[in-house]
């Protein structure tokens, strides 16, 4: 009798990297993938396969591609580095000196709704007054 040969037992695999292995090569390509990660189409395909664990450096590299940036808890989850830039998950871009001048641009804000709270408060005192001589004068008309 011939001996059985057991079926090709493969790796516990943790779920999670598939999912982000598959989003990555939905994201960006295969041939780009396999580029950034600098790895041949075999282990990709042994990855996607669940016949060899991701590596850990490999797994962090892909969250890295996804914009999950390395010590950052996932609050930039969907940012991601492109050619550059930043891209937002909504699809815009930042260069460095649009992040650097948001510094600026928050006190610019601040002032205009200091501004802001300051006209709003000449009106209303604009306004009172107006209503006071308004009914002021409805009462000399009344009175002649």
Request: charged share 30%; aromatic share 4%.
């Amino acid at each position: 009798m011939p001996p059985e040969t057991a079926p090709r037992q493969r790796l516990e695999v943790n779920r999670i990297p598939l999912r982000e292995l598959a989003h990555a090569v939905e994201l960006l390509g295969e041939r780009p993938l396999l580029r950034a990660l600098d790895i041949h189409e075999k282990t990709l395909y042994r990855w996607r396969t669940g016949r060899c664990k991701i590596p850990g450096h490999q797994r962090q590299a892909i969250r890295a591609l996804l914009g999950d940036l390395p010590g950052t808890e996932g609050r930039w989850s969907g940012w991601r580095f492109v050619r550059g830039e930043l891209l937002s998950p909504g699809g815009d871009r930042f260069e460095a000196g649009h992040v650097l001048s948001l510094v600026l641009l928050r006190q610019q804000l601040s002032a205009q709704e200091r501004e802001l709270r300051r006209l709003r408060e000449r009106l209303q005192i604009a306004e009172t007054a107006l209503q006071h001589y308004a009914g002021a004068a409805n009462e000399e008309r009344v009175r002649a």
